[in-house]
């Protein structure tokens, strides 16, 4: 059993800047990916970025750039710094583990 909190989201303006941490516990392996995903109202949830140690990091194009994601192995913790913020980043961003997911964390971006 896994389980992920996430925390860090909130409202910040355009141009801003919020660090989203993820703590993980149960069975975490390093070779297997964490990310995070989003999903805005009406939408469909879509991967924002993914590290394992088997590979570089991924991320979507519409942050690369701008934001950053990055692991602590030894803490199971994965977090994602997120810069130059716009409008369209607002959303409810997911941690994710294999099937595993947290509830989310609402980040806002206002303009």
């Known amino acids: 059993q896994v389980q992920l909190v996430e925390s860090g989201g909130g409202l910040v303006q355009a141009g801003g800047s919020l660090r989203l941490s993820c703590a993980a516990s149960?069975?975490?392996?390093?070779?297997?990916?964490m990310g995070w995903y989003r999903q805005a109202p009406g939408k469909q949830r879509e991967l924002v970025a993914r590290?394992?140690?088997?590979?570089?990091?991924n991320y979507a194009d519409s942050v690369k750039g701008r934001f950053t994601i990055s692991r602590d192995y030894a803490k199971n913790m994965v977090y994602l710094q997120m810069n130059s913020l716009k409008p369209e980043d607002t959303s409810v961003y997911y941690c994710?583990?294999?099937?595993?997911w947290g509830k989310g964390t609402l980040v806002t971006v206002s303009s």
């Open positions: 149960g069975s975490i392996f390093s070779f297997n990916p």
């Open positions: 590290i394992s140690r088997s590979g570089p990091a």
């Open positions: 994710n583990y294999n099937s595993y």
